[in-house]
């Protein structure tokens, strides 16, 4: 629909105001549509992303174990449970040995280890086979897998852990009021 | 341990909120008047 | 929402009215006791420490952006059928108010990750797919507001509305269709006690009675707001119809 009208600024106040709002709308349209180019080429990278690395996220311990000749020294993240007792604080980092559905991988982690890394949690852990063939994982990055169970920490334990955290209340009654 | 990051997400879901819902309301009030009583039908 | 019988003759000079006022005192109300509970009487998880604090607020913002997106496709739905304006001025609300709850679900989610994971992001499909329904609000948004006709406009921003919801059934089912460092929901599996314990599900709990309510509250007002947009809209195109009709009167009469 053309609305604009014809005449020149001698129309008027309403035409005035008509004029400085068709100039707002043009300017407006600017934002907008820059706002759609962005969306675009994000939303092309994230889908790109997505198809590249979303799908096989991880490799499980037994899996990476069982392609580790195809593997070679391709970089993959490796999922796994950090086995107990297994954990040797080394000069560049930490080394143990990841767990999943019996079979076990030495990891030698280059870097600090993120505050949560404790045995028996899961991990993932990015890096490639080391290259001698000895079986080794080198991993650069460490992420921490929580589950999605929650439990209080209860009393005794929190003696143990860190300082600075507030005392829990002892209940487990859902809906108890204090 | 983690308080920060735990205060920090509060503040950021808090602030995020406020700000919009202040935004809305302000924008409300200064349209409200531009429109004639009889299309604001709520009360 | 809309009562048919004004106070005042001169109407509302705001987007309030006695139901948001109790909605908004509320939604205050329940934000306090959320604030209690998640903040001071809740404890430390036993592997997450008091981080796990920050899901109270994640998973029902999470929650409530989905719950927008559901309204702006059914809402864009509505429209392209049967041109309902109310349906149409729902949806954008819906989305305007879902890109500020999807904002803050990514934000506490990532600050979140970084004293769990260890880090703030990693592009698995959970993530990945969260960030796509941003991009998608962010153009349901761009297209709603490009300059046009507001017949274009609404048709053309239903159109993109229509991909919201499939897009949030990617992000509910992520977690069960792809590897993902996000964990799985905690609620709404197999019953709700087993996988989280007394005052840490009654903190998520309020956190979704809270969060509930103010959502409903903003999209009360978004909706009215909508409304008073188009409203002033249309005036300006009142004006503009006048005007040029005006000049085809007086084009008439000189020769």
């Known amino acids: 629909m053309e609305l604009t009208p014809r005449t020149g600024p001698d129309s008027g106040a309403e035409g005035e105001a008509l004029a400085s709002k068709r100039v707002r709308s043009k300017r407006n349209r600017l934002p907008a549509l820059a706002m759609i180019v962005v969306v675009l080429a994000v939303g092309s990278f994230v889908v790109v992303n997505a198809l590249g690395s979303a799908t096989t996220f991880y490799r499980n311990v037994d ?38 559905n019996g079979v076990e991988i030495p990891v030698r982690h280059v870097g600090d280890p993120p505050e949560m890394f404790k045995a028996d949690e899961a991990v993932l852990l990015e890096g490639n086979f080391d290259a001698s063939g000895s079986g080794e994982f080198d991993s650069t990055l460490m992420i921490i897998k929580h589950s999605e169970v929650y439990k209080e920490k209860e009393a005794d334990r929190l003696q143990q852990a860190d300082v600075g955290g507030k005392m829990p209340v002892a209940t487990s009654v859902p809906g108890a009021t204090p | 341990m983690n308080w920060g990051y735990v205060i920090a997400s509060w503040i950021v879901a808090f602030g995020a909120l406020g700000a919009y819902s202040v935004a809305t309301v302000l924008r409300g009030r200064r349209l409200s008047k531009q429109v004639p009583p009889e299309k604001r039908r709520w009360s | 929402m809309i009562s048919q019988t004004p106070t005042e003759v001169t109407g509302p000079t705001s987007t309030s009215s006695r139901v948001t006022r109790v909605l908004g005192f509320l939604a205050l109300v ?3 006791v959320l604030v209690l509970f998640g903040l001071i009487l809740s404890p430390p998880d036993a592997s997450q420490g008091e981080a796990v604090r920050i899901m109270y607020i994640h998973v029902p913002s999470a929650t409530v952006a989905y719950l927008g997106c559901f309204l702006t496709t059914i809402g864009s739905i509505v429209y392209l059928w049967r041109k309902s304006q109310w349906w149409e001025l729902v949806a954008y609300a819906g989305a305007e108010v879902a890109t500020l709850f999807t904002v803050i679900t990514l934000v506490t989610g990532m600050l979140w990750g970084r004293p769990t994971w260890g880090v703030y992001w990693v592009w698995d499909a959970r993530l990945t797919s969260t960030a796509m329904l941003l991009l998608l609000l962010l153009g349901y948004l761009a297209v709603r507001r490009l300059p046009a006709d507001y017949e274009v406009r609404a048709k053309r921003a239903a159109i993109v509305g229509l991909l919201l919801v499939p897009n949030v059934m990617i992000v509910r089912k992520s977690v069960d269709w792809w590897r993902t460092l996000h964990q799985k929901p905690t609620l709404l599996a197999n019953g709700l006690d087993s996988k989280i314990e007394g005052l840490m599900l009654f903190s998520l709990f309020t956190g979704f009675i809270a969060i509930s309510l103010v959502f409903g509250w903003l999209i009360v007002h978004r909706f009215r707001l909508a409304w008073l947009e188009e409203q002033v809209e249309s005036e300006g195109l009142d004006l503009a119809i006048a005007e040029r009709r005006a000049e085809a009167l007086v084009g008439e009469v000189a020769p």
């Open chain 1, 63 to 100: 899996e990476a174990s069982a392609q580790r000749e195809s593997l070679g020294v391709k970089r993959f993240r490796l999922q796994g449970t950090v086995v107990a007792g297994s954990i040797v604080q080394t000069g560049e980092g930490v080394s143990f040995d990841v767990a999943y």
């Open chain 3, 30 to 32: 329940s934000l306090g």
